[in-house]
């Protein structure tokens, strides 16, 4: 099952995006409307996009003190995200997702069009089943060895 595509999962949900001055209190209706935990945030001309996760929203907002009304998400947003092109696959998405430590990945086309945004939920069951046993076949091997 690891072989499957982010592509096979990746249009699960709509992918919501909004612009950079955005609030954080527009980002967070919208994420409860859809039922999802972040929002793309494109960036005109050649400046990095970025993406606004709940993540973002309890630890440099809520914890912080901001104003959600008054505070915009290039204010509080992750910043040049780590993406992953659409043709690769789960396990290679898991693997960007581990060494980033973030739980969202945009999701890019050839064209370097941003299509879709995964989270780790949506590979919640049979790839992170699988890679459990292959850490425990490793595991397994390592200690014959």
Request: glycine share 4%; net charge negative; proline share 6%.
């Given at each position: 099952?690891?072989?499957r595509?982010?592509g096979d999962?990746?249009?699960?949900h709509p992918l919501?995006?909004?612009?950079p001055q955005?609030?954080?209190r527009?980002a967070?209706?919208?994420?409860k409307?859809?039922?999802?935990?972040s929002?793309?945030?494109?960036?005109?001309?050649r400046?990095?996009?970025?993406?606004?996760?709940e993540?973002?929203l309890?630890?440099?907002?809520v914890?912080e003190g901001?104003d959600?009304?008054?505070?915009?998400?290039?204010?509080?947003?992750?910043?040049a995200?780590?993406m992953?092109a659409?043709?690769?696959?789960?396990a290679?998405?898991?693997?960007?997702m581990f060494?980033?430590a973030?739980?969202h990945?945009?999701?890019?086309?050839a064209?370097g069009?941003v299509?879709a945004?995964?989270?780790m939920?949506d590979?919640?069951?049979?790839e992170?089943?699988?890679?459990?046993?292959?850490?425990?076949?490793?595991?397994?091997?390592?200690?014959?060895?």
């Amino acid at each position: 099952m690891l072989r499957r595509t982010v592509g096979d999962v990746a249009y699960t949900h709509p992918l919501l995006s909004l612009p950079p001055q955005a609030s954080v209190r527009d980002a967070a209706r919208l994420m409860k409307r859809d039922h999802v935990a972040s929002v793309y945030v494109p960036r005109a001309g050649r400046d990095p996009a970025g993406i606004f996760t709940e993540r973002d929203l309890t630890d440099r907002v809520v914890a912080e003190g901001l104003d959600p009304d008054r505070t915009t998400l290039a204010q509080v947003m992750s910043p040049a995200p780590a993406m992953i092109a659409v043709g690769a696959t789960v396990a290679e998405a898991l693997r960007l997702m581990f060494v980033h430590a973030v739980r969202h990945l945009p999701v890019i086309a050839a064209n370097g069009q941003v299509v879709a945004m995964v989270s780790m939920r949506d590979f919640l069951g049979t790839e992170v089943a699988d890679m459990d046993r292959a850490r425990s076949l490793a595991e397994e091997v390592t200690e014959v060895l």
